[in-house]
């Protein structure tokens, strides 16, 4: 069974960067593919980023896409979220997942994930 943990969250001001990091523990990793998906108060959790099982083929949210950028190293179990020009609305609990069963597509919806990190809070200050 494999286990997710989130790191990397804070504090940033507007236009500030973020670098989260979701390391993988127990099972397989190398041949699923990874998403991030974030959760404002109040709101649905919503789709950022996935990246697929070799790490070839990304696909990102209309509203980052350009200012965040998904990465993984298989060979260490992680994945990576880099976020640029951060703003007041990507202030949110970032959640890593993985998909349910190995070498999915990165245009997945959430339903196809059902291993999930406890998150970690990213807040952009005006």
């Known amino acids: 069974q494999v286990q997710l943990v989130e790191s990397g969250g804070g504090l940033v001001q507007v236009g500030g960067s973020l670098r989260l990091s979701c390391v993988a523990s127990g099972g397989t990793f190398s041949t699923y593919t990874m998403a991030w998906f974030r959760q404002a108060p109040g709101k649905e959790r919503t789709f950022v980023a996935a990246i697929n099982w070799d790490g070839r083929a990304a696909y990102y949210g209309d509203s980052v896409r350009g200012r965040f950028t998904v990465s993984r190293e298989n060979a260490e179990k992680t994945m990576s979220l880099q976020m640029n020009s951060l703003k007041p609305e990507d202030t949110a609990v970032y959640y890593c997942?993985?998909?349910?069963?190995?070498?999915?597509?990165?245009?997945?919806?959430?339903?196809?994930?059902?291993?999930w990190g406890q998150g970690t809070q990213v807040t952009v200050s005006s």
């Open positions: 997942a993985k998909q349910n069963r190995p070498f999915g597509g990165s245009r997945l919806g959430p339903g196809h994930y059902g291993t």
